[in-house]
């Protein structure tokens, strides 16, 4: 069957070279046709174009955890064939590769270095490799450093995520931490802790009844005081940071932090306006948090974003609303005492000197877990729909991030945002809500779709990373499956 294919009319099926008819589970909205430019991909994650207009895509060679699983490569797509270009094995390069952005005759990526810290490369068509950013420890756990691209003032930019799921390093990061024993959440600056200390489960011994008590911004198993000061790095995770690519190791500043695992970053470039993509709390771990919404932001130099003490709305974690049942939350010590389960804040704000952050600068609600990922901004060619944001939602990980999820999917779509609204609605999605394997149409429609952008042909280009399923029986329980990446073309008919 041909590579090219295009949706006709609702979008519910393939139309074939041979004129013969196949059910697609992938809708667009009417005035627009979808193909599939390339397919049978291991693990993408981004694609960028270089000053002729050749794409490229960069596959990840692993998952959530640092465990090479696939190729890492840079691979040419063209006539509905994807071709290695770059192989990344063997050069200081550990997974996941996330960010690709293409700037000065060379490729810069997005990666974990050889100590795991979060790292960036510049790479070359002919496959030299220069690590010329490395050292954020955030990188470590879960979440790594992301999406890269050049923002309009000539620097780069890149977006980190911070480790753990709301600053403390617990059991649900356990295989990080046994790697990497010192890794933690780090702050862009100076900040004061309230000395909440939970008390979980210590893996590290034989002993199942072992436990440990482990405050916010410390290595597992460290407990903190009242008044304690953590300093600020200028890695940091949570953040923004931004580089000049001539000197960036010298030049490597924060441009905004806060935040929890930032994926995707974009720019109008009217207006001069940035956003930015977020993975919310989950329910996990020794702070869970019970959200209701994932979110995209609007991005203010120089501001905190409230992360780890503000939801994704930007409302106080203190407010009941975003309890879990006891059942799922470990008692809370300071000074050695117990003071109970409830949700607080780990960070002195005013002491710390930060101001929380304002709901306004929130661009669009997603639903709880839907994963906000990479985004971009729709070109002046779309009419109407010129300055909206599109932003890919990678889906859910329920139960092991959420166990209160149900069976309701979220995400597993691309979405759009009218940024003079905050008006969010489905763009690109399935016939049934989910991931195009779970209904009987893999290959045929959306599974893990995580990277949007407007190509050169103002046309609309979206990563599927492929399939990713929920597996208990391992740890972490997360099954992936390299070869079922593609690359959709979404365009006006």
């Known amino acids: 069957m041909a590579l090219s294919m295009l949706v006709i009319l609702s979008g519910c099926h393939l139309f074939q070279d041979d004129d013969s008819f196949e059910p697609l589970v992938v809708q667009v909205p ?6 599939k430019v390339a397919e049978g991909l291991q693990l993408p994650t981004s694609v960028t174009w270089d000053d002729a207009g050749n794409m490229y895509v960069v596959e990840a060679g692993g998952g959530l955890e640092p465990e ?6 840079i691979m040419q797509v063209k006539n509905g064939k994807a071709t290695q270009v770059v192989d990344l094995a063997g050069k200081g390069i550990n997974p996941a590769i996330v960010g690709i952005v293409w700037h000065e005759e060379a490729f810069y990526i997005t990666h974990r270095g050889e100590d795991l810290t979060g790292a960036v490369s510049r ?9 010329i950013l490395q050292g954020i420890i955030d990188s470590q756990a879960e979440h790594q450093i992301n999406d890269i691209r050049m923002g309009p003032d000539g620097r780069m930019y890149v977006a980190v995520g911070m480790a753990g799921n709301a600053a403390v390093m617990d059991m649900s990061v356990g295989p990080w931490i046994m790697q990497s024993p010192n890794v933690r959440a780090t702050p862009c600056q100076d900040i004061v802790l309230k000395g909440r200390n939970y008390k979980t489960a210590d893996f590290r011994t034989e002993d199942p009844t072992d436990s440990v008590l482990t405050g916010a911004y410390v290595p597992f198993g460290t407990p903190t005081e009242p008044g304690q000061v953590i300093k600020g790095v200028t890695l940091c995770g949570g953040s923004i940071l931004s580089f000049d690519t001539r000197n960036p190791m010298g030049t490597v500043e924060t441009h905004a932090w806060g935040f929890r695992n930032l994926i995707g970053l974009a720019w109008d470039k009217r207006t001069g306006a940035m956003y930015a993509a977020e993975n919310g709390y989950d329910i996990r771990g020794a702070r869970p948090v019970k959200d209701y919404m994932d979110a995209s932001l609007r991005i203010e130099q120089g501001k905190w974003y409230g992360v780890p003490d503000f939801s994704a709305e930007r409302k106080p974690l203190d407010w009941e609303l ?5 059942n799922l939350q470990p008692m809370v010590f300071v000074n050695g005492e117990p003071v109970g389960k409830e949700l607080d804040f780990v960070i002195d704000h005013q002491a710390s000197g930060l101001t929380p952050p304002n709901p306004s600068v929130v661009l669009g609600k997603h639903e709880f877990n839907s994963s906000p990922s990479m985004m971009d901004v729709a070109p002046a060619s779309w009419g109407d729909m010129a300055g909206h944001v599109f932003i890919a939602e990678w889906g859910d990980l329920a139960p092991p991030t959420n166990p209160l999820r149900g069976q309701d999917p979220a995400g597993f779509q691309v979405v759009m ?17 989910g991931p195009a394997s779970a209904q009987g149409g893999q290959g045929k429609g959306l599974d893990r779709p995580f990277d949007v952008q407007f190509g050169p042909d103002d046309a609309m280009y979206i990563v599927d990373y492929g399939v990713v399923e929920i597996d208990m029986s391992q740890a972490p329980p997360y099954e992936y499956k390299p070869g079922t990446g593609a690359i959709w073309k979404v365009s006006k008919k």
């Open 68 to 73: 090479k699983l696939a190729p890492m490569r």
């Open 322 to 326: 975003f309890e879990v049942p006891d």
């Open 30 to 35: 009417a005035g627009f046709q979808i193909e």
């Open 417 to 433: 945002v009218d940024p003079a609204t905050g008006h969010l609605k489905p763009f690109v999605h399935n016939l049934l809500p």
């Open 123 to 131: 790479v070359t068509k002919s496959g030299q490799v220069e690590t």
